[in-house]
């Protein structure tokens, strides 16, 4: 044990008291900010106990957002976006590390570089893809003349078939979102370490891919799994200009655009106190994710480097 | 890679050999491309990982590829908005966008934004993860504290800030116009730049932090006791021994933050400014979602997203270089 210092244990535990205020503090205010009336969240000072309004502002807020479906769209997102993405990483990455195919590097090198085009560069042409999901297949159809001979044989244009618009549905808001391979990299990364002994075994035993995928290497990889499922749900959640973006009606907005519908602007009603117990409850899923998995999160976002 | 090379002769030699003796070369002149990355014991039905794999390059397709490609042919051709036509103009969009001083005013906003945030989020972390790798009492309690940041959304940490800092009703606001500082972001710029780099900071440290934490942690006991012997204090250890040990953690946080500050801070100045006042928050990727999607200058934004493409890419190489040097230093 290396020797400690009492001034220094004292000054430690005061710098990560500061922190910890510096955390909890805004939390407080907007807590306390959501149980006050309008007119006693514009009074000066600003109280510093709760008032008694709470559940009357998560009541008022609730529905005002329409949070029920706000609620209902963002669970269905997150979610989609969570197995989605794991399962589609999953699959792609047990094909690049198990299986000897022609254009193995090729596939390997398109997925790789998806990594380094954030969604937020290129936000105009992937909203123009989503609007028009079917355009290069009809593209395609048309090029190679197959619309032409189909509609002559058969007097059905192709073309009236392959029109896909996924703005507001849950795929425009779900697929441009699993588009990114960082975690099929992360997968990859961790075949890469699981022992060759264990697949030469399984071959031996006459299990084929699929059977020691499903009984060897996803056991193998649960730590993995949950880790990286947690970092998507949070991900996911927190989305914010894709939905702004892809949604333009109430009935799809995500419990995120709620919450900014509510927040005042300059020259209505500040009501603040609407804005911040809506925010409590916004935020109270991803919170409670991080809370109780805790554990599992920190160690799998230090090893995914993400 | 080079521990993947170096399986694949003892591994896969029956099927490599027989195909490189009949008289193709190519197996040797590229030894490292066709195997890289590939278990010694793998499987081989080339339809079956096709299908696995179809899935993956879909949505890439659809979704990556096509909008990426998009995005690049658009930036040098005149769209109106309305229709589709399109007339090709070259390097016109760019040459407008650099000649434009909002452009200029806007990535000059974003550098010394991205610099102060990176400074400060680092600085902070450190200082945190310095005092947990400390104490020994309470240290998970702190640590489950400041990591709360990192569930809450960035348009929610702009939504909370914008309220303390809200100049009619804010708490903060309140102290800070008691003692006399005339604060309003809706329109003193600096105020206004300040409260994106408070809020972007607020929700960040806690990223730094949980690296930071774990690459302490990997430091050798026997290092820090040496140096004990040798008459170092807490302080000297940490910055003889521990930094220089961590550096590539560091290193790699800088990248991230960088990327954080560029691309992740959208919700934060959408909620909080909306690029005012007066574009004094207008950073780089805000501004590309105000120009084409607010204004419909398809030419431009197309061209400022090529810019801000570079950037990421650039951004990424770092990033992987970064992640190279923590696997060799062990940390």
Redesign the interface.
């Given at each position: 044990m290396v020797g400690r210092s009492l001034t220094l244990s004292i000054f430690c535990h005061a710098v990560l008291l500061v922190g910890a205020a510096a955390v909890c503090l805004p939390l407080y205010f907007a807590l306390v900010a959501g149980s006050l009336t309008l007119s006693e969240v514009q009074q000066t000072p600003f109280p510093l106990l709760p008032g008694a309004h709470l559940v009357d502002n998560l009541v008022a807020a609730w529905n005002e957002g329409n949070f029920s479906r706000a609620f209902l769209n963002s669970i269905i997102v997150t979610m989609g976006i969570v197995v989605g993405k794991l399962v589609v990483s999953l699959l792609a990455a047990f094909a690049i590390t198990y299986f000897r195919f022609p254009f193995r590097m090729t596939a390997f090198w398109l997925i790789f570089v998806s990594l380094m085009l954030p969604v937020e560069v290129r936000i105009i042409p992937t909203y123009e893809a989503v609007a028009d999901a079917g355009g290069p297949l009809r593209w395609v159809v048309g090029t190679i003349g197959l619309g032409g001979l189909v509609e002559s044989l058969t007097g059905y244009r192709i073309e009236t078939a392959l029109q896909w618009n996924l703005v507001n549905s849950y795929a425009g808001l779900i697929l441009p979102l699993i588009a990114s391979a960082s975690a099929t990299f992360l997968f990859r990364q961790f075949f890469l370490t699981v022992p060759d002994e264990l697949c030469e075994a399984a071959k031996l035993d006459g299990a084929g891919p699929l059977r020691f995928f499903w009984h060897v290497l996803l056991p193998l990889s649960r730590a993995n799994i949950a880790a990286l499922g947690i970092i998507l749900f949070l991900f996911g959640w927190n989305q914010y200009l894709w939905p702004l973006l892809f949604t333009t009606g109430p009935e799809m907005q995500t419990a995120i655009l709620g919450l900014k519908e509510l927040v005042p602007v300059s020259d209505a009603a500040p009501a603040w106190n609407i804005a911040m117990s809506a925010a409590l409850f916004v935020m109270l899923p991803p919170a409670l994710v991080i809370l109780v998995m805790q554990r599992w999160f920190t160690r799998g976002l230090v090893d995914a480097g993400k | 890679m080079p521990a993947?090379d170096g399986?694949i002769e003892l591994?896969g030699g029956a099927s490599r050999r027989s195909r490189t003796s009949g008289g193709l070369a190519l197996g040797r002149l590229f030894p490292s491309?066709?195997?890289?990355?590939?278990?010694?014991?793998?499987?081989?039905?080339?339809w079956?990982?096709?299908g696995?794999?179809a899935?993956?390059?879909l949505?890439?397709?659809?979704?990556?590829?096509?909008?990426?490609?998009?995005?690049l042919s658009?930036a040098f051709v005149q769209v109106d908005p309305f229709g589709g036509i399109q007339i090709f103009v070259g390097l016109d969009n760019f040459l407008a966008l650099f000649a434009s001083a909002d452009y200029r005013d806007s990535a000059v906003f974003t550098l010394w934004f991205s610099v102060v945030q990176n400074v400060v989020t680092l600085g902070?972390a450190g200082?945190?993860a310095?005092?947990?790798d400390?104490?020994i009492r309470?240290r998970g309690l702190?640590r489950?504290?400041?990591?709360?940041?990192?569930?809450?959304?960035?348009?929610?940490s702009g939504?909370?800030?914008?309220?303390?800092f809200?100049p009619?009703?804010?708490?903060i606001a309140?102290m800070l116009q008691a003692i006399g500082i005339p604060w309003d972001p809706?329109r003193r710029p600096f105020d206004a730049q300040l409260l994106v780099i408070i809020a972007s900071v607020?929700k960040h440290?806690c990223y730094d932090y949980?690296?930071l934490v774990?690459a302490l942690l990997a430091v050798p006991?026997s290092l820090?006791?040496a140096a004990?012997l040798d008459g170092a204090?807490?302080?000297r250890?940490f910055f003889a021994i521990s930094v220089p040990l961590i550096t590539p953690t560091i290193f790699?946080l800088v990248v991230m933050n960088f990327?954080y500050g560029l691309?992740?801070t959208?919700?934060v100045i959408?909620?909080m400014t909306r690029g005012g006042p007066a574009g004094a928050t207008n950073s780089l990727?805000y501004k590309?979602?105000q120009d084409?999607?607010v204004q419909l200058d398809?030419g431009s934004?197309?061209a400022q997203?090529v810019v801000?493409?570079i950037v990421?890419?650039v951004f990424?190489v770092l990033q992987f270089r970064a992640?190279e040097r923590?696997v060799n230093y062990g940390v």
């Open positions: - | 993947a399986s591994g491309a066709s195997s890289a990355g590939l278990k010694t014991a793998h499987f081989k039905q080339p079956l990982a096709a696995l794999l899935p993956q390059l949505i890439l397709v659809f979704f990556f590829f096509i909008p990426s490609y998009k995005a658009l902070l200082l945190f310095f005092a947990t400390y104490v309470g702190y489950s504290i400041i990591l709360m940041p990192y569930a809450i959304a960035p348009v929610i939504v909370i800030w914008a309220f303390l809200n009619a009703v804010g708490p309140e809706n607020w440290v949980i690296f774990a006991a820090l006791e004990t204090g807490h302080i250890r790699f990327v691309f992740e959208f919700g959408d909620a990727v590309v979602y084409g999607f398809l934004s197309a997203s801000l493409m990421a890419v990424t992640l923590k």
